[in-house]
């Protein structure tokens, strides 16, 4: 597998993940967007995994040096690449990030019926921190789930 650093022309490569998760529009630009910003500034950072020399995820991080925590902002696969370990390898990379900046500790916000993405972030070795109510629409609360460095 090959992480390599977002440059815009992946733009499209965020796109079509997105596209094959299954996610609204609104969602995908807001993604796009984020990923251009991201990966300008000097906090945070956008990486691409790829394997068989297709683009098979993505992950996006950024530290905030208050409190000296990075937060995973987007990290996804796609479906024909589910279960390779694709993202524990971009997680991997982003606590290395972390770690480079002095983080003390990373975390990640995910809807609280998102299965999926909560039994992975278990299997990694995040611990629920919190639940946000109502935080990603009504009705929908948000569950964050924490490491910490040391
Ligand atoms: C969640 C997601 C990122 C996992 O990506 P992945 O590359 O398939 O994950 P990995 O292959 O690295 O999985 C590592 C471990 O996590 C656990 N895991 C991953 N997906 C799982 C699932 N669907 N059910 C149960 N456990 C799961 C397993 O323990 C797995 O190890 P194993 O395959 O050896 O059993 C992917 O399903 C995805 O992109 N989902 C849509 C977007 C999303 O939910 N993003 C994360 C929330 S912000």
New binding site residues.
């Given amino acids: 597998m090959k992480i390599s650093a977002y440059r815009t022309e992946d733009a499209i490569h965020i796109r079509q ?1 997105l596209t094959d ?1 299954g ?1 609204d529009e609104r969602y995908i630009k807001a993604f796009e967007q984020a990923a251009e910003h991201l990966s300008q500034e000097s906090h945070s950072a956008v990486y691409l995994a790829q394997l068989s020399n297709e683009t ?2 993505f992950i996006f991080v950024e530290y905030r040096t208050w409190n000296r925590l990075a937060q ?1 902002q ?6 024909s ?11 991997k990379k982003v606590e290395d990030f972390a770690r480079s900046q002095q983080a003390r500790g990373i975390y ?4 609280i019926n ?11 070795g995040y611990k629920l921190g919190y639940l946000m109510p109502q935080y990603y629409d009504d009705g929908l609360d948000g569950v964050t789930y924490q490491k910490f460095f040391y």
């Fill in positions: 993940i998760v996610w098979a995820g995973i987007g990290l996804a696969v796609a479906p690449f589910f279960r390779k370990g694709v993202a524990s390898e971009l997680v990640v916000d995910t809807p998102n299965d999926r993405g909560r039994r992975f972030y278990e299997s990694i």
